[in-house]
C-alpha cells in the first residue's frame, strides 16, 4: 500500500489527535515535504511529540523517514500522470474543473492499481471457491457500498449464479439468520465500519455461513468478521457522494471475484452470457 492510501485509510483507525495529523497531511501530503516537523506540529495544533508517534502509527520509522517516502511518492506519481508538484492534495476552490477532474481520474486508477497490485490471491482463490461451491448467496451494503452488491449481484446473475442483494438492514438481518452451509453472506464497507454490515456477517457467520468482506482496512470490524478479507486500497476525496474513489476499487475486485467465479465453469458461463446477451437484444432501440 502507498504511504498516503496508509495515511487515509488510518485516519478511521487512529487516536482524535493522530488522526488530526493524518488528515491534515493527507488532504495536503506536500506539506512534510515543505515543513519541518515543529511546523507540521503547529499547523496540526499538537506537539511534535505527537508528530512522531503518528509516524510510527502509520509505519514510518519517524518524521525523515516520512518526509523520503512521500517526497519519493509525490514524484513519482507527478510523473505518472504529468501533475505539478503537490499532485496528492485535495480539490480546492481555485482548481480549475480540468484539475479537478485530473485529480480524481488519476486517484481513481491508482485506486484499480494499489487494489489489484496489494491483492491476496490466495484469499481471492478461497473466495472464489465459497462462491463457486455455495447454493446461496447474500449480499449486502449501506450506501455506496450497495452499488458494488448490486454490480456483483447482475454479473452472477448473467451466469446463472442465485445472488440475492439484500435492500436493508431489517431484510438483511432475517436473510442472514436463515442462512447454513452451502450459503456465502459478502458484505460491502470501504470503511470496514458499517453497523449494518458488521451485524449481516455476524447474523450469517453464527449459522455456520462462509463470510466475504470486501472492506478499505485489515484491522476493521467488518474485516475481523469475517473469513475471506478482501481489501481494497483507495485515497478518497472530501468532495464526495458517497463513495467515489473507494468504488472504483470495490468495482475492481467485484470483477476480479467474477471472472474467478466464471472461469470455474466457463463453457457454461460463455453460454449463459450468450444466452442472456440474446434475450436482452430485442429490448434495445437499433
Known amino acids: 500500500m502507498s504511504i498516503q492510501t496508509t495515511i487515509a485509510t488510518a485516519v478511521e483507525t487512529l487516536p482524535p489527535t493522530l488522526a488530526r495529523i493524518a488528515r491534515t497531511v493527507r488532504d495536503n501530503p506536500s506539506i512534510v515535504v515543505d515543513c519541518t516537523i515543529n511546523e507540521l506540529a503547529a499547523a496540526c495544533d499538537t506537539s511534535v511529540a505527537s508528530v512522531v508517534r ?3 502509527a502509520i509505519g514510518a520509522g519517524g518524521y525523515a523517514a516520512l518526509r523520503v517516502s512521500l517526497a519519493t511518492e509525490l514524484g513519482r506519481e507527478s510523473v505518472q500522470f504529468k501533475e505539478p508538484r503537490g499532485f496528492g492534495s485535495e480539490i480546492s476552490a481555485g482548481d480549475s474543473l480540468r484539475e479537478a477532474t485530473s485529480k480524481i481520474a488519476a486517484l481513481e486508477l491508482l485506486a484499480i492499481e494499489e487494489t489489484i497490485g496489494n491483492l491476496d490471491y490466495d484469499v481471492l482463490e478461497s473466495a472464489i471457491d465459497a462462491i463457486d461451491a455455495s447454493e446461496r448467496l447474500l449480499l449486502f451494503g449501506i450506501g455506496a457500498s450497495r452499488l458494488a452488491a448490486d454490480d456483483l449481484g447482475h454479473k452472477l446473475l448473467r451466469i446463472g449464479r442465485s445472488a440475492i442483494v ?3 438492514a431489517h431484510e438483511a438481518s432475517a436473510a442472514a439468520a436463515l442462512t447454513a452451509t452451502r450459503s456465502v453472506a459478502i458484505g460491502f464497507s470501504h470503511s470496514g465500519t458499517a453497523l449494518e454490515t458488521l451485524r449481516f456477517l455476524q ?8 463470510t466475504i468482506a470486501i472492506a478499505g482496512a485489515a484491522d476493521s470490524p467488518i474485516a475481523r468478521e469475517a473469513e475471506h478479507i478482501l481489501l481494497t486500497h483507495a485515497r478518497e476525496s472530501r468532495f464526495r457522494a458517497g463513495a467515489m474513489v473507494s468504488r472504483i476499487a470495490q468495482l475492481a475486485l467485484v470483477d476480479a ?4 467465479v466464471a472461469q470455474r465453469r466457463h463453457a457454461h458461463s460463455v453460454h449463459a452470457l450468450q444466452r442472456t446477451a440474446d434475450a436482452t437484444r430485442p429490448l434495445r432501440v437499433e
Open 54 to 56: 503518528f509516524c510510527r
Open 166 to 168: 439484500l435492500s436493508d
Open 203 to 210: 447474523t450469517a457467520r453464527a449459522t455456520g455461513t462462509a
Open 257 to 260: 471475484l467474477f471472472i474467478g
